[in-house]
């Protein structure tokens, strides 16, 4: 065995690591907030006829733009940051989540996408109204502006959070995480308002390449320096941080081979299926074969991203094998041990830890503008035209929608200052996604699935699922900062040293208080606050279903009555694993949908023409 030397001589500390980020690199990063800006700038200047061409770009975008929109909406620095310090902190399990993605593209094209597509509808949300009533629409409306405007948030102050303390960008200054999220933040609003949805769009497709680009660059170094890709594996093995078959049933353990493919599949259909932020891009083409073709291109783009960012966090681990940044205090937060690990390896190398710092930012920037620009759509259509009755003549309202998209990003920038001390970011975005998303994919599902569901259905078990994962997982995040929650046993981290860390290093470590915060008493701890939160999505959304199927047999739906447009055509693929003679009858039941739905297409209709 080869003998280690009694400290890493090559590793630098932190700050001897922040004066790396030179000039060249401050060049590297604001080449590309320009080419973004300048992006919007052309698509102002050509103009938006109408609304439609602001928010939907006039249903003529092409196949190329939809499917690096539709990646880089959701794959963000939360991805790029947070994955491999999940990988690195808690081993291999997480990395289950990428072979879920073919299995949640396929629902999507079967059981949401022909709807959308058939209605042609602005928005999501219309559907709601069309199948049940304005209530259920509006309510929708409201829970997606929450998650989204939490969810902007986190994308952008935890990147700029690691970037700053760790990269040394902006060279300390006073209030400088503040500075680089409003950044971030006013680009995006710049773009977005000013070239509308094709601006975001082609912006994303740019930020895709400078993402891919720039973390494809850190891994081929890194695997250089470490001494090759079978290093790797062998330091990870070796420590028992390959695991991706824990076949745990105990939902209480927070990643397991269940929860990470059964929870996550959940979570992604309600982003791809029913976000207004995936589904504005599925209507911004002619043809639905263009969205299909897309979404599948997706999950294979997904589905490297995330190996890549797992396989990320098997390589920091095999560079800091004898050293942990964490335990050495070199890092405040574990989402920083990537941006350290760049600056380690390539912070000689002229230009490369800015090309890093652009891929990060740019994939703030994508989900950033990807979020305003849906957040604008609905509550143009949801909120101000429906909700408060106003309405717009063609000019007022592509105009309102722009300074919507405005007043967002100052709120979102608002909220920046609100989510300090959420958990690391994998768990923080999934968890916020996850309580909202689920309820509203129970609700989708029900209306598209279930012919005799009501409105009064749809509207208590949305609010009942609401209500119950919240309770559920803000309840957990409390039962964390009052240390009643067993981490130690259900979210266990992986073992490390510090054995051969340099002096300076080690000196950190010593001279760093612990600071104690004392926290008030009469917090009640429940059982429910100890299941994973990566099952929010699946229990939210089959409670939203359950409780709206049993409320709407009280008074159901007739469904002959039923305008056909509203079920999803993929109750055919749902069901056909049934006996021959009780699949007859369920399909039997879908055909009669419809049969005297002359009331529910003239309503259809009418609202089209509105």
């Not at 170094?221 to 790797?232: F, L, P, Q, S, Y």
């Not at 970011?425 to 598209?448: E, H, K, N, Y």
């Amino acid at each position: 065995m080869e003998s280690l030397p009694a400290y890493r001589e090559d590793l630098l500390d932190t700050e001897t690591l922040k004066h790396k980020f030179g000039l060249f690199n401050y060049l590297v990063f604001g080449l590309m907030l320009l080419i973004s800006a300048l992006i919007g700038v052309y698509y102002g200047w050509r103009g938006q006829k109408n609304t439609e061409e602001f928010l939907l770009g006039g249903r003529s975008m092409g196949t190329l733009p939809m499917t690096m929109s539709l990646f880089a909406s959701f794959i963000s620095a939360v991805a790029l940051l947070g994955i491999p310090s999940e990988i690195y902190t808690a081993g291999t399990q997480y990395a289950m989540v990428a072979f879920c993605f073919p299995f949640v593209m396929f629902i999507v094209i079967k059981v949401y996408l022909p709807v959308f597509d058939e209605l042609r509808v602005t928005t999501s949300y219309e559907y709601l109204e069309l199948r049940f009533n304005k209530t259920v629409r509006i309510l929708a409306s409201l829970l997606f502006c929450m998650q989204m405007l939490l969810y902007m948030a986190i994308v952008v102050y935890a990147p700029a959070l690691a970037l700053v303390q760790v990269t040394g960008f902006l060279g300390g200054v006073d209030y400088d995480v503040e500075i680089a999220c409003a950044v971030i933040i006013l680009v995006c609003m710049f773009y977005t308002a000013i070239g509308g949805i094709k601006a975001v769009m082609w912006t994303d497709t740019f930020q895709v390449f400078c993402m891919f680009g720039s973390f494809l660059a850190v891994l081929i170094v890194g695997v250089n320096v470490v001494g090759g890709a079978t290093v790797v594996f062998d330091r990870n093995y070796q420590a028992g941080r390959i695991e991706l078959f824990n076949v745990d049933p105990d939902v209480r353990q927070r990643h397991t081979l269940w929860g990470t493919f059964i929870g996550m599949f959940f979570m992604w259909v309600a982003l791809y299926g029913t976000n207004q932020a995936q589904v504005q891009r599925y209507l911004s083409v002619k043809r639905r074969s263009q969205a299909e073709k897309a979404l599948w291109m997706n999950a294979v783009l997904i589905f490297i991203i995330y190996i890549l960012c797992c396989f990320a966090g098997m390589l920091v681990y095999a560079f800091y094998h004898n050293c942990d940044p964490i335990k050495s205090n070199q890092v405040k937060r574990k989402d920083q041990i990537f941006p350290l690990f760049v600056m380690q390896i390539m912070g000689d190398y002229p230009g490369i830890p800015g090309l890093f710092v652009a891929g990060v930012v740019s994939g703030a920037l994508s989900t950033v503008s990807s979020g305003l620009n849906s957040l604008a759509a609905v509550c143009i259509t949801n909120c101000v035209q429906l909700g408060c009755g106003v309405n717009l003549s063609e000019q007022k309202r592509t105009l309102a929608s722009k300074l919507l998209a405005l007043i967002f990003g100052f709120i979102s920038l608002g909220i920046v200052f609100l989510i300090k001390y959420l958990p690391g970011v994998i768990q923080a975005s999934t968890g916020i996604v996850s309580m909202v998303g689920g309820p509203v994919l129970g609700v989708f599902t029900l209306g598209m699935l279930v012919p005799f569901a009501n409105s009064t259905g749809a509207m208590v078990g949305t609010l009942v699922s609401m209500l119950f994962t919240f309770w559920w997982g803000f309840g957990q995040m409390f039962a964390v900062q009052m240390k009643t929650y067993d981490s130690a046993r259900f979210s266990p981290m992986m073992n490390s040293s510090t054995a051969n860390c340099p002096p300076s290093w080690n000196l950190n470590n010593l001279e760093q208080e612990i600071t104690c915060v004392e926290l008030p008493s009469g917090f009640t701890h429940l059982y429910l606050y100890d299941i994973s939160y990566i099952w929010f999505a699946p229990v939210s959304s089959i409670l939203c279903l359950i409780i709206g199927i049993v409320i709407s047999l009280f008074k159901p739906q007739d469904h002959k009555q039923l305008d056909k447009r509203m079920i999803s055509p993929g109750y055919k693929v749902l069901f056909c694993w049934c006996p021959k003679t009780l699949r007859e009858k369920i399909y039997k039941y879908y055909g009669e949908v419809g049969t005297d739905d002359a009331e529910a297409t003239s309503k259809c209709t009418s609202y089209a023409m509105k």
